[in-house]
C-alpha cells in the first residue's frame, strides 16, 4: 500500500523529471540556437561594416557568396544538426554519388579574384569564424553525441580501471616473488617437497 509520502515523492520525481527534460531538450536547444544566430549574426555585421568602409565592394561575388551563406546558416540554423550532417553525407557514399561541392568552387574563384591579398585574407578569415562558429554548433549541440561519449568515457574508464587492477596484481606478484626471498629457494623447496 502506498503512503500519502510515498506518492508525494513519486509525484515531486515525476515534476522534477517532466521539468528536467523540458529543460534538456527544448529550452537549451532553443537557447544554444540562439546563442549560435547571435554569433553569425556578429560575424555578418562585421562583415558589412568591412565593405561599408570600402574594403570590398558590395556587388564582389566573394561578398555576395559569403553573405548568402552566413543568413543561410542564420535563417537554418535550426536545421544545421550532426545527425542531418552525418546522414547527408552517409546517403551520398551509400548512393555512390561523388560530393560536389559548388558553393566552395565559387568561393575558391571569388577569392582567386581579388585583387588585394588583405581583402583575400580578411574575407577568408570571416569565412573561417562563420565556419568555426557553426561546427561549434554541430558538434556542441547534439546530445547523441553528448550521450555516446558519456558511455564511451565511461567504458574506458571501468576498461582502464580493470586492466590497471590486473596489471597492478601482476606487478604486485612479481613483487612478491622476487623480493627478499629469491624464487629458486621457492622453486627448489616445491621440488624437494615432492620428492
Known amino acids: 500500500m502506498i503512503t500519502e509520502i510515498q506518492a508525494a515523492h513519486a509525484l515531486q520525481t515525476a515534476i522534477v523529471a517532466i521539468l528536467g527534460i523540458t529543460v534538456l531538450f527544448k529550452i537549451v ?40 551563406q552566413m543568413n543561410g546558416m542564420i535563417r537554418y540554423g535550426h536545421q544545421l544538426t550532426l545527425f542531418r550532417s552525418v546522414m547527408t553525407w552517409t546517403i551520398k557514399r551509400v548512393s555512390g554519388n561523388k560530393p560536389t561541392f559548388p558553393w566552395h568552387e565559387s568561393w575558391d574563384e571569388a577569392l582567386a579574384n581579388l585583387k588585394s591579398d588583405e581583402v583575400r585574407s580578411q574575407m577568408q578569415a570571416f569565412h573561417n569564424r562563420g565556419a568555426t562558429i557553426a561546427a561549434k554548433h554541430l558538434i556542441y549541440g547534439s546530445m547523441v553525441l553528448w550521450i555516446a561519449l558519456m558511455i564511451a568515457a565511461i567504458c574506458l574508464f571501468t576498461f582502464g580501471a580493470t586492466l590497471g587492477i590486473r596489471q597492478l596484481l601482476r606487478l604486485a606478484k612479481q613483487k612478491v616473488l622476487s623480493g627478499p626471498i629469491d624464487q629458486r629457494f621457492i622453486e627448489e623447496d616445491a621440488v624437494g617437497g615432492m620428492a
Not at 56 to 67: G, T
Open 29 to 68: 536547444p532553443m537557447f544554444r540556437l540562439d546563442c549560435f544566430r547571435q554569433q553569425m549574426f556578429s560575424v555578418r555585421d562585421e562583415l558589412f561594416d568591412y565593405a561599408t568602409a570600402g574594403n570590398i565592394a558590395f556587388s564582389d561575388p566573394a561578398y555576395i557568396l559569403l553573405r548568402r
